[in-house]
């Protein structure tokens, strides 16, 4: 096998063994055992193993299973829009809005419609920050506003306009049946509704929420789980000052 081309790794390279979790809706028993082997078949692996089954409620059973996956992949095809973005620390972050823009930066963030989640907004705006790592409310030249959860698109949009901020944040943790991607669209369609689309730049995050993702439903960039406050001040900071050379060349 190429070196492009990779399978899951078990025991040894390229062997193919991952494990999947699922719950399949009856009653634990040696025929729900063989159900849940068959399905797997189904879905091109092989050597299936159902190695746990336990009863989770009245006819739902979940599973653990082993199984070799049959499909390679030529990893020389995989493309994906990435960041092309100095990380800098604290300090250096600081430094640059203080000396390019002589002004602090403005950021307003919350969970919008029904998720009445705040981990993932704090975790990057509130002072203490995550992973030892700085929130932006830390940072002494940015502003940070941090609305909390279930905050409606239209408050979210008075108040960016109100504090006239530089970025907005948006975070949604709860992914069921795609909320999180109607609510992220709601938004983008709020701002394209009263031509606003341009004057703020637009960050999302959460956990399913990936760069290329948000890139597709109309933001500057998208930021999964384990992000560091750093990271999105690092990009902030890069995209503003580079919009502001560029609005001098012009």
Request: glycine share 6%; charged share 25%.
């Amino acid at each position: 096998m190429g070196e492009e081309m990779i399978k899951p790794y078990g025991d040894t390279l390229n062997d193919g063994m991952v494990q999947l979790s699922f719950t399949l809706p009856v009653e634990n028993s040696p025929r729900a055992k063989k159900a849940a082997e068959i399905y797997v078949s189904k879905l091109n692996f092989e050597d299936v193993s159902v190695v746990h089954a336990r009863k989770i409620a009245d006819n739902f059973t979940c599973f653990v299973v082993y199984a070799r996956a049959i499909p390679i992949l030529d990893y020389s095809t995989v493309k994906v829009p990435e960041f092309k973005i100095k990380p800098m620390d604290f300090y250096e972050i600081n430094e640059i809005i203080k000396i390019k823009l002589h002004r602090p930066l403005m950021v307003v963030g919350a969970t919008i419609g029904s998720d009445a989640h705040t981990v993932g907004i704090d975790a990057i705006m509130n002072m203490k920050g995550y992973d030892q790592d700085y929130g932006l409310e830390r940072y002494p030249e940015i502003n940070a506003c941090n609305m909390g959860a279930q905050v409606p698109c239209e408050e979210l949009l008075e108040k960016a306009i109100d504090v006239k901020a530089d970025v907005i944040l948006i975070s949604q943790t709860v992914t069921k049946k795609n909320a999180h991607i109607r609510n992220f669209s709601e938004f983008i369609k709020l701002l394209e509704e009263k031509n606003l689309k341009r004057r703020f730049l637009l960050i999302a995050g959460g956990p399913g929420i990936s760069n290329d993702l948000a890139l597709k439903l109309g933001y500057d960039a998208g930021f999964g789980p384990e992000t560091r406050p750093s990271q999105v001040a690092s990009f902030i900071v890069t995209k503003i000052t580079e919009q502001k050379s560029a609005k001098r060349k012009i």
